[in-house]
């Protein structure tokens, strides 16, 4: 035992020193002030917490809450089926499945974030496919909406989704299929009862990792979404960036990560109460 716990000691001082006191220092910034010229005053003040209460500050805290929920739900919905076929097809298709969901990965993520601009804009490939065939006479407004943000997010962040959802299924017990076979089970009731509860990790990983992934992004909305469109990642950059109010941002950046955590919570609790009302079924 003494020897394992050497071992986690590099984890523990590399966590320490680029996580835990970077977040410390953010927390100690956030109780800040800043003068006219921007620079920091080390004078105790709720100043940066008081100023998040703007009705502006709120709306945009909000639309990022609901584009990141909503991201990861659409991921979740398009990436299960996908991740179920992977995981129950031979190994061949498995090896090609997880070589294609990681292809865009090769590709550098503003290049891949680009080429939606290429596709989306006045003069773009789908509106020059569209008017071609008919279907519309004028070219639609796609880019720099919040439709074009989403897409851009679920677009980004489905293997992050994909991969944590494989796992997991690829991992179910098969047996237990059989079982409920040859007991009369459906294959839908299967499902319900069997494969989705023993996804349950795969389903909060991915869901975690696409949620705060959306929430902490700013590229995306940035060439996508324009300035029409703004998420809390954008705010905090700005403050850092241009407008230089350091605990402003700390503040923004606070409340961004608690936030994040109880919203974690509590889809894990969701997803715990969900899994003992299945056993309970069971019973």
Known sequence: MNKSKWLLTPVLVWLGLFLIVPMLIVVAMSFMQRDTLGNVVFSF????YKTFWDSLYIGIYWDTIVLSVSTALICLIVSYPLAYYIAGSSPRIQKWGLILITIPFWINFLIRTYAWVLLL???GVV??????????DEPLQMLYTKGAVLLGMVYNFIPFMVLPLYVAI???DRRLLDAASDLGASRWKAFWHITLPQSKAG???GSVLVFVS???MFVVTDILGGSKSSMISNIIQSQFLGARNWPFGSALSVIFVLTSLVLIV???????????RVKEGKR
Do not use: C, P, Y
């Open 214 to 216: 959306t929430a902490g």
């Open 121 to 123: 804009r006045t003069q």
């Open 170 to 172: 690829e991992q179910i």
């Open 45 to 48: 003040s709720w100043e940066g």
């Open 203 to 205: 389903i909060i990983t």
């Open 266 to 276: 509590l889809f894990n609790q969701v997803m715990k109460s969900r899994s003992d």
């Open 127 to 136: 509106n020059n496919i569209l008017m071609h065939w008919g279907w519309i």
